[in-house]
């Protein structure tokens, strides 16, 4: 497995981090583990009424400009990601409604979900 989870001190939250850098396309980790029929703080949705909870996922933050992409269970680099950056990914192309709406660091704009 190419990531670990550390603490980012800036914000005092958890986050993903990778050991090793990868190219667009790549595929940076498959997500596995519980799933629930409806959205928890901590889930990602992988299909209509379908939720993982998966051990490194969760960890994944929101970016207004990520730097990965979900599809499915698959979650692949849609920018090059150097060994230690974060992986983030934009929450509004998987989530229908977010369990915990927050406001974005980087937009300012509430995010809630798909648009």
Avoid: W
Wanted: aromatic fraction near 8%; include cysteine; glycine fraction near 8%.
């Amino acid at each position: 497995m190419g990531v670990f989870v550390a603490v980012k001190t800036s914000a005092e939250q958890l986050a993903l981090f990778t050991y090793s850098e990868y190219d667009v396309g790549d595929e940076i980790l498959v997500l596995a583990g519980d799933t629930v029929s409806h959205p928890t703080r901590e889930s990602i949705r992988v299909a209509e009424g379908e939720h993982i909870l998966d051990s490194y996922g969760s960890y994944m933050n929101h970016s207004c400009k990520p730097n990965a992409i979900i599809e499915g269970r698959k979650v692949t680099a849609s920018k090059r990601i150097a060994a230690g950056e974060e992986v983030t990914f934009d929450y509004r192309t998987t989530e229908g409604e977010l369990a915990c709406p927050f406001v974005c660091i980087c937009c300012g704009m509430e995010i809630t979900g798909k648009n």
